[in-house]
């Protein structure tokens, strides 16, 4: 590693750059969902490129059917280990009422930087390229490339697609993912795993239209209490253990070390529940609260829709329902067989309910030792004074996998968001302490993995 001082110089002398380069970004409401904001997301497709040719990489807009992907970098030596990092550029929608500002218009107080896309992702992008500036400013022998997808926010739909195209997005030794929160301010965590997703409907008709049950009922079935025996009999409803026959047969259950090592993390059940405003939840102890929400999977109810939903009471027997569920899955479960078996399972609870499969994402788990694992370490204590704890995440990154299967290289996770930025929520910001820090702990991870290749 250079100089101490001569990065930290580079940092503050960085500071108004990345601050007018995240001012335009987040002003941009690149909202991938919304089909009426096409024309913001090729603004931001643009907006990237310039970015990273400003900076002297060099970048392209890589053509999918869907949104493109922006790939660009520095290739200082074809010889040279080449790592990619991993961002995305779409954001969620920001219509939540509780905003205190317009959301898409950028407000920097002192080093916090308020507006939707600010934390996720386009603040950690940027530090993470900003990094590798002064990586290659140091001459450091290592090829650093950014790929910026445009359709994280909306599960990935053509990213597999896009990273077939190798001449625009080659192959690297090694991959790093900016896109997770830590679970603790001043405690960098680095996830090794994510939970993967089954969603399904499952949809029960007993007859064309709602009927009368003073003229109907007790002879006419009722689909919506139907329906709940079946999700009774997928999920205990008091602990969320799931009934479905071989549901956990598959189950890699986390060891005692990695559960210590959540402990690490500075979660707090009590900031989780004043986080998502619970009154109570099903457990207390950390150690199974953190083992319950980033490495068992779940079985959950999100709705359950037909039947009169006004006010009051109308006594009618409802002709349909549909039940919504979805489970999150853990390594090694595989979502095409946890269907199957909740199709099976369902067809002896009830054979006419119609079970219809609403999406997958498998689940993922990289590691938590090995050379990789070491930089990532110094690179977060130089970066941030601390190393990380290793945690799972509970959420899903499709991109992640698709990435795992294409290119078989190890996939690392570097994250720069706090719990209080507000993922996906109103109110988002980043701030130039994770901003700053994470310049600084990816300069170190880019001559970390320099100098290991070098061994
Ligand atoms: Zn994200």
């Known amino acids: 590693m250079g100089n101490k001082q001569e990065l930290q110089g580079f940092v503050n002398g960085a500071r108004s750059r990345f601050e007018d380069m995240l001012a335009q970004m987040v002003e941009v409401p690149s ?11 090729r603004r931001i497709a643009d907006l ?5 040719t400003d900076l002297g990489a060099d970048a392209q807009i890589v053509e999918t059917d869907g949104y493109p992907i922006v790939s660009g970098g520095w290739t200082t030596n074809v010889h040279h280990p080449t790592v990619t990092v991993y961002n995305h550029m779409d954001v969620q929608p920001a219509q939540e009422p509780e905003w205190k500002q317009a959301p898409f218009a950028f407000k920097n107080e002192s080093g916090v930087y308020r507006g939707r896309g600010a934390t996720d992702d386009k603040g950690p992008a940027l530090s993470a390229l900003l990094g590798a500036r002064f990586a290659v400013e140091q001459g450091w022998p ?6 910026w997808e445009l359709e994280e926010e909306i599960g990935s739909p053509h990213f597999s697609a896009g990273l077939k195209n190798r001449v625009a997005i080659p192959r690297p030794d090694s991959v790093v993912v900016s896109d997770t929160i830590w679970a603790a301010k001043g405690r960098p965590a680095m996830p090794y795993g994510l939970r993967g997703l089954l969603g399904a409907r499952l949809t029960l008709r007993t007859g064309s239209k709602d009927a009368h049950s003073g003229l109907t009922g007790g002879a006419a079935r009722n689909p919506l209490a139907e329906l709940m025996e079946v999700a009774h009999a997928c999920v205990d409803a008091k602990s969320g253990e799931v009934k479905i026959p071989g549901f956990y047969a598959d189950v890699v259950e986390p060891t005692k070390s990695e559960i210590k090592g959540f402990l690490k993390s500075g979660f707090q059940v009590k900031r989780f529940k004043e986080a998502y ?3 109570t939840l099903r457990m207390y102890a950390p150690a199974e609260v953190t083992r319950r929400v980033w490495a068992a999977p779940t079985f959950e109810v999100h709705g ?5 939903h006004g006010p009051g009471v109308k006594t009618v027997v409802p002709g349909h329902g549909e039940l919504k569920v979805s489970m999150r899955l ?10 199957a078996m909740l199709r099976k399972h369902v067809a002896k609870v009830n054979p006419n309910v119609k079970v219809e499969r609403e999406g997958m994402l498998r689940p993922f788990k990289g590691s938590f030792d090995g050379p990789y694992v070491e930089c990532v370490k110094r690179a977060a204590k130089a970066g941030f004074g601390k190393e990380p704890a290793f945690i799972r995440e509970g959420g899903s990154i499709g991109a992640v996998v698709t990435m ?3 290119w078989k290289v190890p996939i690392l996770f570097m994250g720069l968001s706090l719990p209080e930025h507000g993922y996906h929520a109103p109110n988002e910001y980043f701030d130039w302490g994770q901003a700053s820090g994470g310049m600084k702990a990816f300069a170190h991870y880019f001559a970390e993995l320099a100098k290991m290749e070098q061994r």
């Open 404 to 406: 795992q299967n294409a």
């Open 31 to 41: 909202i991938s969902m919304d089909s009426s904001h096409a024309a913001d997301m």
């Open 277 to 279: 405003g619970f009154e």
């Open 142 to 147: 290592i090829n650093i490339r950014f790929l």
């Open 48 to 52: 990237a490129m310039q970015y990273l």
């Open 330 to 339: 853990v390594p090694n479960q595989m979502p095409e067989k946890v269907f």
């Open 304 to 308: 359950l829709t037909g039947g009169y």
